[in-house]
């Protein structure tokens, strides 16, 4: 495979602009000691069981690692609970009546839960999980809007030793069943609806229509949160069950499961290179222990910080750093139903002003929607109260970086520009606010303890200059497996070179100074606005519809979302292509996949250029789409398709 072409990289390996810590900042940060990245190099065992005894244990481990490639396990013979750890471990002390999470609906309406309060719902819900037949190991399906039941469900599967799978809400149905079976959960918990731009998402009618085939479901548990008449609820006797009706029965008291370090926590699904997406499997120990320190260290948290990461949960990074990672801390964590622009375009900032939020996390997709609609937005408020920023999810440019910087961080506040996977489970590159010289671009270095490399296609290290990025040692919060799909878990990640070192899918540089500078996938996976989608998926999805016989689908830059999807499809003979047609097609990907996958442009191709032996030059595809001139196409089968391809696509965008 050639080194993957990135352009501006170039452009940004001349960035040089740097950024020290704050000197206020380093004085009181959690990590201060330089040296940290060496001491734990040189025993990342050591450094990691540091972090594990900070938390709760029922029993020591004791073993720190079992590394047979490319199979780890952490912390042996150790138990644990996650929600005592997230939960109860922070009744004792002041911290019972400390806010845990500071919830406001889009409408506006808000609630407040202390650690008490927390403790109280998450026990409720799981006295009444274990009512309803879910026992140790069994899955739950959570399908939901960013409220604080989802919080308090996953909490409560974590403490009854069940392992939930949460669903992103802009999903569809369709994609929902098809989680609901791969892992055969028994329970659903969903809403009646959540809110988007003052509109409703009707949850319960699309998790109903999923709900058609999922046989392995016994019971469906319903938040209220809309009511009204906008997303009217069907109950089915005996199936569904209203959440506050189940909670007014169920005992408060449920004792916690004493879990292995190695049981699964939770399956996460994200997209990958086939059509069907992987359960990404996390278990218990290792997963707490990253979050848990990574959450401490990259963001500096103390105990007065007020904490918003913006992700939502259907997502790893609001698994990791909404709950997780957060709550293991104590921390007090801002959640928020609704979209930034509403129902004005400084929702946030306001958010950030009332209060008084001090740790702001988001993602570069966000940040650059922010810099579109203006300063003024920002400007309006008193952003004083912050004193860290973060990205995660893709790479952030330069002059996002900068906006960031200076229109939200008031050249203030150090920029964290996290990078890592559903897969890693936990942050692995980036800087330390206390210590790291930030440069605009990088996520700089790999956090203590964590082994990241360039390689090429060939395995060949890369000390300077770019390549694939390669992580070479086990790490705790790595992934365990794909549900269901062991050959896959090896396959996917671990065969590129030697089974000991994962392939990230990443294409990435290294700096002289030894920094890293992410350049987005080099697989068949794309990222827009920051989320996972698998052309695969997208094709399949086209390619169900009856009038299409091909489809291609690329990722081609876009201003905001970073890429954009274009699909090239080729129609059935006879069929004719119209605008109707554009809007038939975008709707069935959303029906199929969920909105989040729906593309962007549609061609129509009268042909797909392929090679002799009938390949789809997905590079050409991606030239025509970002209007660059078309490389080499002498391997072409018919080279006058591409010809033909450009004029069409410049038609479809006049
Ligand atoms: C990309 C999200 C550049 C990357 C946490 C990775 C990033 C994929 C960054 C994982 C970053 C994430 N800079 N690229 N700071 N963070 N990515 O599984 O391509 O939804 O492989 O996890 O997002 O996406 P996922």
Same mark, same amino acid.
């Not at 609630?111 to 069994?138: I, P, Q």
């Not at 548990?221 to 008449?229: N, Q």
């Not at 250029?609 to 209007?627: C, F, N, Q, V, Y």
């Given at each position: ?46 450094? %990691? ?145 959540? %809110? ?100 401490? %260290? ?95 999810? #893709? ?7 900068? %906006? ?53 296609? #060939?395995?060949?290290?890369? #000390? ?191």
């Amino acid at each position: 495979m050639p080194e993957p072409k990135h352009p501006e990289i170039d452009d940004l390996l001349r960035e040089n602009r740097s950024f020290p810590p704050p000197a206020g900042l380093a004085a009181s940060a959690n990590v201060r000691d330089p040296g940290v990245y060496e001491k734990a190099a040189s025993d990342p065992e050591t450094f %990691w069981a540091g972090f594990a005894r900070e938390l709760d244990w029922y029993t020591p481990w004791t073993r720190v690692l079992d590394w047979q490639p490319p199979h780890a396990r952490w912390f042996l013979g150790g138990t644990l609970n996650a929600c005592v750890n997230c939960v109860d471990r922070h009744l004792d002390g002041p911290r019972r009546d400390k806010p845990a999470i500071v919830w406001e609906g889009e409408p506006g309406d808000s609630r407040t839960l202390t650690y008490a309060d927390l403790h109280r719902e998450v026990s409720t819900f799981a006295s009444v999980l274990k009512g309803l037949g879910v026992r140790r190991g069994d899955r739950v399906a959570l399908y939901m809007p960013l409220v604080p039941e989802l919080a308090i469900a996953m909490l409560a599967c974590a403490r009854i030793g069940a392992v939930h799978s949460v669903v992103f809400g802009g999903f569809s149905a369709e994609s929902l069943r098809g989680r609901i079976n791969d892992a055969q959960a028994t329970v659903l918990v969903t809403a009646d609806g959540g %809110w988007r731009r003052g509109s409703v998402v009707p949850l319960k009618q699309m998790a109903d229509e999923a709900l058609g085939g999922t046989p392995s479901i016994r019971h469906v548990v319903v938040v209220r949160r809309t009511g009204g008449s906008e997303a009217p609820v069907r109950m089915s006797r005996g199936r569904d069950h209203w959440y506050h009706e189940l909670m007014q029965e169920a005992s408060a008291e449920c004792e916690p499961e004493r879990m292995d370090a190695e049981d699964m926590l939770y399956v996460l699904y994200t997209s990958g290179t086939t059509g069907k997406p992987k359960g990404i499997v996390h278990t218990t120990g290792g997963y707490l222990t990253q979050v848990y320190a990574t959450t401490k %260290w990259v963001f500096d948290l103390k105990d007065d910080d007020v904490y918003w990461c913006t992700a939502d949960i259907g997502w790893v990074t609001g698994h990791s750093y909404v709950v997780y990672g957060p709550l293991a801390n104590g921390a007090t964590v801002v959640m928020y139903e609704g979209a930034p622009d509403w129902p004005g375009r400084d929702r946030f900032w306001d958010i950030v002003e009332r209060l008084k939020v001090t740790i702001f996390y988001t993602a570069p997709t966000a940040i650059r929607a922010f810099m579109r609609w203006g300063d003024q937005w920002p400007g309006k408020h008193n952003l004083g109260s912050l004193r860290l920023l973060g990205s995660v999810g #893709e790479p952030i440019n330069p002059e996002a970086w900068i %906006w960031y910087h200076r229109h939200i961080g008031g050249d203030r506040c150090p920029i964290v520009d996290t990078w890592w996977q559903t897969e890693t489970g936990a942050i692995m590159i980036t800087p330390l606010p206390g210590l790291t010289h930030t440069k605009p671009g990088s996520a700089t270095r790999a956090f203590p303890g964590i082994s990241a490399e360039i390689r090429t296609s #060939e395995g060949a290290p890369v #000390e300077v200059g770019g390549g694939l990025l390669a992580l070479t040692r086990p790490w705790p919060s790595m992934l365990r497996g794909i549900y269901g799909d062991p050959e896959r878990y090896v396959s996917q990640y671990w065969s590129r070179w030697t089974n000991d070192v994962y392939f990230t899918g990443d294409g990435a540089k290294r700096d002289g100074s030894g920094f890293f500078w992410l350049l987005g996938r080099v697989d068949d996976v794309l990222n827009v606005a920051g989320h996972r989608i698998g052309t695969m998926e997208v094709e399949s999805a086209l390619v169900d519809h009856p009038q299409v016989a091909e489809a291609a689908v690329v990722g081609r830059a876009h201003e905001i979302k970073g890429q954009a999807l274009a699909a090239f499809v080729t129609v059935k003979e006879g069929t004719p292509t119209s605008d109707a047609l554009v809007a038939e097609l975008k709707a069935h990907v959303a029906k199929k996949i969920g909105v989040v996958a729906r593309p962007d442009d549609i061609i129509f191709a009268a042909d797909l250029p392929k090679t002799r032996s009938g390949k789809i030059m997905r590079r050409l595809l991606r030239d025509i789409a970002e209007g660059k001139t078309v490389g080499d196409t002498t391997t072409l089968a018919d080279p006058a398709v591409v010809a033909k391809l450009k004029d069409q696509y410049r038609s479809v965008e006049e």
